[in-house]
């Protein structure tokens, strides 16, 4: 039995917990076993109809009068119930850093092996029952390892953007049970937990999932120059980002980096302004489809990594830029 935890916004689930799905239900279709899915919240509910067609069966929300915010201790309890009630041998999460965390706790109240970052699973073959060969990313993606995960539970997270979230066939298909599962949580779960939430200015584009970023580092000189990069997103549809220099100085929150300690990222396009192009800034952005870079130095690892480079002052460069596509658009829809 394969369990796959899934993470979700108001019932909206999130692109990489599908990715996660995509990866956990191949591996149930190899094992031929069942193929359940835990969320968390009484708002979960609302995402089972979008499980179904990954080849979800049963969906065990997981509720409590105290688990109305982020809690990993305590989503982890209610995991773990849902683990043993079920008899789970393998669990699946996205390798988001809630997806992390929360298994990390379900492991060890488990005693039982992780492996994050996946970007493969396969059961030994004759061993539906044993161990899981797993290939994972390590040292921030630039290096895969095989690796063995043996034990009664089996936890493994997936590299968010690793593989592309898949239907199954519509013979695996199906309409989802809704379980509800009240966890026994005690104090001491709930001692590590989200209390208050701001809400980003992006418009509603999360970052991982935008499908253009506008990205900015130190090359971007302060907290202000960034009005232009959000200006240039915001005519795109797409979402700012930005490096570590630019979080460390204080000129973004970190909730915007890209990066090995930051968020992982795959638009079509990614525009890097004033970014040399660190390997820890790389390893969050290797999965743009692709790159435009806007930098002074034609020598900067970003330029001669990128699709297109813009050789200059990115502020001369993006108000350029963005003249010209309100320009354009005037030309295409009479709309000043
Ligand atoms: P710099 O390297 O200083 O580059 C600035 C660039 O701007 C240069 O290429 C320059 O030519 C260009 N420039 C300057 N002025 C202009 C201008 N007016 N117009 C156009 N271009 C201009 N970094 C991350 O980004 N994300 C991470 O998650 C991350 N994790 C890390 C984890 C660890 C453990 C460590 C050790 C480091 C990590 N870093 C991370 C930091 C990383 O190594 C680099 O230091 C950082 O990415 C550099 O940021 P930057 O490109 O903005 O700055």
């Known amino acids: 039995m394969i369990v796959g935890f899934v993470e979700h916004e108001g019932g909206q689930v999130l692109e990489a917990s599908l990715q996660a799905i995509t990866l956990g239900r191949r591996l149930a279709e190899q094992l031929g076993g069942p193929f359940h899915a835990v969320a968390v919240g009484a708002d979960a509910a609302a995402g089972a109809d979008r499980l179904g067609p990954f080849g979800v069966t049963s969906v065990h929300v997981v509720d409590h009068e105290r688990l109305d915010a982020f809690a990993p201790a305590a989503w982890a309890q209610g995991l773990v119930e849902v683990i043993e009630a079920v008899g789970a041998a393998t669990v699946v999460a996205a390798g988001t850093e809630r997806g992390n965390e929360v298994m990390a706790h379900a492991g060890a109240r488990l005693g039982a092996p992780m492996a994050a970052n996946c970007v493969d699973v396969a059961a030994e073959a004759g061993d539906a029952d044993g161990s899981l060969r797993v290939t994972r990313q390590r040292w921030g993606g630039s290096l895969l390892e095989d690796a063995e995960l043996a034990g009664p ?63 900015g580092g130190r090359g971007v000189g302060g907290a202000d120059g960034f009005a232009e990069l959000e200006e240039l997103a915001e005519l795109l549809g797409g979402a700012v980002g930005c490096s570590r220099v630019a979080t460390s100085l204080g000129w973004r929150p970190h909730a915007d980096q890209v990066g090995q300690t930051g968020t992982r990222i795959a638009p079509d396009l990614y525009i890097a ?64």
């Open 273 to 336: 302004c004033g970014i040399s192009g660190a390997m820890q800034h790389i390893v969050g952005c290797r999965s743009a489809k692709h790159v435009l870079a806007i930098n002074t130095d034609p020598e900067a690892p970003m330029v001669t990594r990128a699709d297109w480079a813009v050789i200059g002052d990115l502020h001369t460069i993006l108000p350029a830029l963005v003249g010209a596509i309100r320009q354009a658009r005037t030309a295409a829809t009479g709309v000043p």
């Open 153 to 215: 539970v089996r936890i493994l997270t997936v590299a968010p953007h690793a593989i592309r979230a898949e239907e199954a066939s519509a013979s695996v298909a199906a309409t989802p049970s809704v379980e509800r599962v009240t966890p026994a949580l005690t104090d001491a779960d709930l001692i590590v937990r989200v209390t208050g939430r701001v809400e980003a200015g992006t418009g509603g584009v999360s970052l991982a999932e935008a499908r253009v970023v506008v990205g």
